[in-house]
């Protein structure tokens, strides 16, 4: 089984988790720009996030024979900071690296009018550099702030296929299908979303534009779920071809609209270095 | 003999990359903000695999959209220190191996580029350091910053007919550094690399003043064995 998790932060995961994931068949995944816990409190602390999004983290990915690439973006959460409010100016220098496959994570956090002005930027940056985007939705709120973000996508101009609204549930997938955009589900322990009430969301919306994601980062989070949502689609009678699409074939196609996917069989590696380091300790 | 970079880049790029290069080359003559978008987007559209003399296609498509900005002296030095913060590891080396080209074409960038020499010096990424060290770095880096670049070399395996400007700056004092140096891989009963002894053979005395000769008796049977390997090499033809 082949598997690429289309949104997981794995700058905050470990080398195990990397292994695991290779184990369970993950081959390729997209990082989003997303926040860090904390507050960030300058414009520099970001752009050398995105420098390692950028280098260090494909080169740890790849080792473990994992393909990384990532999305960036000014996160709706920091989008209200007013030190943060240039990184939507260095964004286009990003923007332009064959390593970032859409812009992302943009969208709602509380539904401010900052956020308003970076969603909307951040579209605007999209349909200029011609790339996919990865709409958050909010977690407080949801269908209010989904249905905003779909307007808000809607008067951007930007073509609905371009779009990934991310973090649905069973009460807001149907307005996202009926908008064309792209349907991501993130599955989580305990809260929000399991791989069983996933099942019965692709039973009844059917597999097309759905992605599935484990959304991993420094919280609560399994970065295997994809492959136990893989394993329930099977147990609940989906076949192999079916479960294909949804776990690589529909991440590929969405991604694959930026036009720099340029997804190659990398086997692991630990020899290789990353500008002259290596992800082994001394004495190895 | 190797066809100059220009003209290999040209007999190398496709008529769709050529096409998007001269387009990308007149967006930056226009207004050379726009370099800040199509120099990162550069191997994508024109490729990325090996041209001539150690340049790749990517970095001389790069270094030809540098050559069109229509900017000199500070302007000139602050918009390619900017392409370096943001460049991944294929841009800075691409602004590297331009920097001499840009200084031939505008007196006035004079030393401004030497800081990114220096940052690729500090760094440990092979690929950086060689591209660092082209004919900028011996025009500029002063005596011990240039020493000291050619021993970092010598450590990091990068062989030393890739720096430019050693045949002219090699003295004394870097044969005195490298023969220490081979002392002491000697010591560690190591081979020591054969490209650093055309530069200790030019300064006779150089090799006796290190503590390496005196390894040939030394009582550990692998600092003999390698002391004898490095003074055979020493005293060699090649
Ligand atoms: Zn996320």
Known sequence: MRIFDPHIHMTSRTTDDYEAMYAAGVRAVVEPSFWLGQPRTSVDSFTDYFDALLGWEPYRAAQFGIQHRCTIALNPKEANDPRCAGVLDVLPRYLAKDGVVAVGEIGYDSMTPEEDEALARQLELAVEHDLPVLVHTPHRDKAVGTRRTLDVVRESGIPPEHVLVDHLNELTVSMVADSGCWMGFSIYPHTKMSEDRMVRILQEHGTERMLVNSAADWGRSDPLKTRKTADAMLAAGFDADTVDQVMWGNPVAFYGQSGRLDLEDVKPDETALFEGNSVKRGGE | ?238
């Open chain 2, 1 to 238: 003999m190797a066809p100059p970079i220009p003209t290999a880049l040209d007999h190398h790029l496709t008529p769709e990359a050529r096409r998007w290069l001269t387009d990308a080359v007149a967006r930056v003559g226009d207004d050379p903000t726009a370099v800040r978008t199509v120099f990162p987007a550069v191997g994508r559209h024109c490729g990325r695999g090996p041209l001539v003399d150690g340049w790749t296609v990517a970095d001389a498509a790069r270094a030809r959209l540098l050559a069109a900005l229509p900017l000199r002296g500070a302007a000139l030095a602050e918009e390619i220190t900017a392409l370096h913060r943001y460049g991944d590891s294929a841009e800075q080396r691409a602004v590297l191996r331009s920097l001499a080209l840009l200084e031939d074409a505008d007196a006035s960038f004079a030393d401004l580029g030497v800081p990114l020499v220096r940052a690729a010096l500090r760094g440990n990424d092979t690929d950086l350091i060689e591209a660092a060290l082209g004919p900028y770095a011996a025009r500029h880096l002063d005596e011990d910053g240039y020493r000291h670049a050619v021993l970092k070399c010598v450590f990091c395996g990068i062989p030393l007919d890739r720096v430019a400007g050693l045949t002219e700056r090699a003295d004394r004092e870097l044969a005195r550094m490298l023969a220490d140096f081979a002392h002491e891989r000697v010591a560690a009963g190591r081979d020591v690399p054969s490209d650093i002894w055309p530069i200790v053979r030019a300064h006779p005395g150089a090799l006796e003043a290190s503590g390496l000769p005196a390894e040939a008796t030394s009582s550990s049977s692998d600092r003999r064995a390698a002391a004898a390997a490095a003074l055979a090499a020493f005293t060699g033809a090649e």
